[in-house]
């Protein structure tokens, strides 16, 4: 019984952390404001590391359309531009020598097209992930027919591990509606 407790515990975990990297990868696609999450997974040059670039600068957003890099240190600057310019973010970064100014250019109708169906691929690949950890935990469940661990039981836990499947799938299918709606609005 401990055996099929764990197996249902372990798979709630898994498909929480599916649900969570998804809403992250999710946050990563532009949607047309300004946001600091944007910059994120960006690495900078700092005494030859590569370090975060939130670690080396402050970033905030003034206003709905600019992102203000704000370094800790006046030399990181053209370390800070090079990151940008060079990311796949498509943005142009300028300096007036004490901070980074990048301006988020307004989503053309084929951009945000292009963005949606990032966005329900990247939910996708949750999806596949959730239906991933339900099969493996079905496997494991069903080994432990094989411990004398009664049929009912298995059916059950098989039945729960639907159900968890399910609510996690119906949490990306939420994420993904708000980030098309957040796409698509002008």
Do not use: C
């Amino acid at each position: 019984m401990e055996d099929i407790k764990f197996y249902l515990d372990h798979a709630q975990e898994s498909m929480d952390k599916t649900v969570s990297h998804t809403a992250h990868e999710l946050a990563k696609i532009r949607a047309g404001k300004a946001m600091p999450s944007l910059l994120e997974g960006l690495h900078v040059e700092y005494y030859g590391n590569p370090t975060p670039i939130n670690q080396v600068a402050g970033i905030s957003t003034p206003d709905p359309r600019t992102i203000v890099v704000k370094p800790w240190e006046k030399s990181m600057i053209p370390e800070i531009e090079r990151a940008i310019m060079h990311s796949d973010l498509g943005l142009n970064p300028q300096n007036d020598g004490e901070v980074v100014r990048i301006n988020i250019p307004p989503l053309t109708e084929e951009r945000r097209v292009i963005l949606v169906k990032q966005a329900k691929q990247e939910a996708e690949n949750g999806k596949i992930s959730l239906r991933n950890i339900r099969k493996d935990t079905n496997d494991h469940l069903k080994k432990l027919l094989k411990e004398h661990i009664s049929e009912d039981l298995v059916k059950d836990a098989e039945i729960e591990v639907q159900n968890i499947t399910d609510k996690h799938v119906k949490k990306i299918d939420e994420l993904l509606a708000s980030k098309e709606e957040d796409i698509m609005t002008i």
